[in-house]
């Protein structure tokens, strides 16, 4: 921008010399002036390569424009990737402002020190700088409140679409809720069934004693199978409702899982199954005892139950545990069962929120929810009665699921669920070392 031929350029040329020299001054007024502004506390969490940003290269730009120089940057560019780096520092747009404001200020100060200095320079060389200053300012501002204005509609865009996929989760979980207490109440009314069908041949005349004992223990497992689905119910039921309280203390986690290792070896042994637990033999941490036992007894149940003994093939659940640094440990349960279905692995992929360093043992060609078992273990044969018994599995453990989720929460625990059809599902479990309580 040439300056007009009435402006004195010696004048000009002197102004820019006087500016630069006090550069450094000038944005460490700038500085003192919007820490002294309430509404601007969080420019003291700001270095001095921060705070100032780009607005040296803004004030290079004033200095060209004074000398009629070429400019070699594009201001509203440069204004907006300035207001880039306050949204990204979390500054309001209010506080962008206002700190530019008293950047105006201080430059004006400036040029009265320099008339107060050097009284020989003309009013309309004074006059055409302060001109200079208050458009390259309002430009900068301009360019900053447009990045912005841009940044908040996109963010009123992604929180839209945020709101949206929250709304479709809940409905699909919602969905699955409703298909597991339907479930469960079919469940609990076949129990009683049998249980009830068992009770009327008790009663009937000329019955041997094996006859006696075969109904007798027909109506012990659906009694069990009944008190267990209540539990369950009764558990989720507290948790949702939140009158669970933690109790947290110092425990050693390896005996925890080794002593739930052998209370379920007798299950383990009347299903033919290979029960095999590995891990540190000590790991003390801080957590509820109660809870962490309910997580893991579901979660074991739960496995030997969906894993099949079959002829040739090895039925094997496999417990193992370590410490993972210094602030988390984990412990998982793998099964050799059918696997879980992807949709219901989804739902608790996104409402358990795996954490961000889980790693699974999925291949990369695997994208789907998935368990990638040793190569030289053979899948087992994708049967209709695998099939069957994977839905029956779901069913029959969906309550079960939903508690663990829930204790998970309380835990501060993340749980990651990998399955895959027909070779069997990892149950892992993170939790913090300390629980803060």
Partial sequence: MPSPDYLDEQS??????????????????????????????????LSREEFNNLLPVILNI????????????????????HGLHRWQKTHALMETIRELNYLTQTLYSELKLFTELYADVGKTVLMHVHDQISLLMQETIYGSVQKYDELQRLQASGRAATLQHAVDQMHQLALHRNEMLRTSSHDLRGSIGIVSSAASLLQMDGLTEQERQQFLDMMSRSLTN????????????????????????????????????????????????????????????KTDRIKLRRIIQNLLVYALKCTPCIPEHPAIVSVSWSAEGDYRWAFSIQDSGPGIRDDVTGIF?????????????????????????????????????????????????GVGLQVVKRLCELLDASMDIESKKGRGTIYRIRLPVHHSG
């Fill in 349 to 397: 992929s996104e409402h358990l929120r795996p954490t961000a360093e889980s790693i699974g043992v999925t291949t990369p060609d695997e994208a789907e929810p998935s368990v990638a078992l040793p190569g030289d273990l053979p899948t087992i044969p994708d049967t209709d009665d695998f099939a069957r018994l994977s839905d029956q599995s779901l069913k029959s453990g």
């Fill in 226 to 285: 009944v008190h267990a689905i209540l539990t369950d119910l009764m558990d989720l039921s507290r948790l949702e409702a939140g009158q669970e309280t933690l109790q947290i203390e110092p425990i050693d986690a390896a005996q925890l899982l080794s002593e739930a290792v052998a209370g379920a070896q007798p299950m383990a042994t009347q299903k033919s199954i290979i029960l095999r637990s590995d891990g540190v033999p000590t790991l003390n941490v």
């Fill in 12 to 45: 000009l040329t002197g102004i820019v010399r006087y500016l630069f020299s006090r550069r450094e001054a000038i944005l460490a007024n700038w500085r003192v002036a919007c820490e002294k502004d309430p509404a601007l506390a969080k420019i003291i969490l």
């Fill in 62 to 81: 004033l200095e060209q424009r004074l000398l009629g120089e070429p400019v070699e940057a594009d201001l509203a560019a440069t204004a907006q990737e």
